[in-house]
C-alpha cells in the first residue's frame, strides 16, 4: 500500500494538489568485486586475493571476449572461503587471463 500525506503550511488551507504520478525505486547494495594480486618468482605466478573474495571462485582463460572459455583454475579452492593464494606455473607458454567470478 502507497499513501501520500500532503502537509501545508498554509493555515485553513484543506486543498491537496493532485498527484500526478509516483515513482519506485529499488535500491540495490553496491557489490565491491575484490581484486586479485600477482607477484612472480621462479618461473612461478602467484596469485592471491583477499578475504572479501568469499563466495568467488578463480577462473582462467586464454583469450578475452565473447569467445572466451573461462574454466576454474586447478588446485584453486572453488568457491573461495577467505584470503589466499595459488601458484600457477608459467612454463606452459602463451597468455593467459584471470578473474574472479560469482
Known amino acids: 500500500m502507497i499513501s501520500a500525506t500532503w502537509e501545508s ?3 485553513g488551507n484543506g486543498h491537496q494538489p493532485a498527484i ?3 515513482q519506485l ?3 540495490l547494495p553496491v557489490v565491491v568485486q575484490p581484486s586479485l594480486g600477482v ?3 621462479a618461473g612461478n605466478l602467484s596469485i592471491s586475493w583477499p578475504a572479501s573474495a568469499n ?3 578463480l577462473e582462467s582463460s586464454s583469450t578475452l571476449g565473447a569467445t572466451a572459455n573461462w574454466l576454474v583454475v586447478a ?3 572453488n568457491p573461495i572461503t577467505g ?3 595459488i601458484n600457477v606455473s608459467t612454463s606452459t607458454g602463451g597468455n593467459r587471463f584471470y578473474r574472479l567470478k560469482k
Open 20 to 22: 500526478n504520478a509516483i
Open 83 to 85: 584470503a589466499g593464494s
Open 39 to 41: 607477484a612472480f618468482s
Open 25 to 27: 525505486v529499488k535500491v
Open 55 to 57: 563466495g568467488f571462485v
Open 75 to 77: 588446485g584453486s579452492p
Open 9 to 11: 503550511t498554509n493555515v
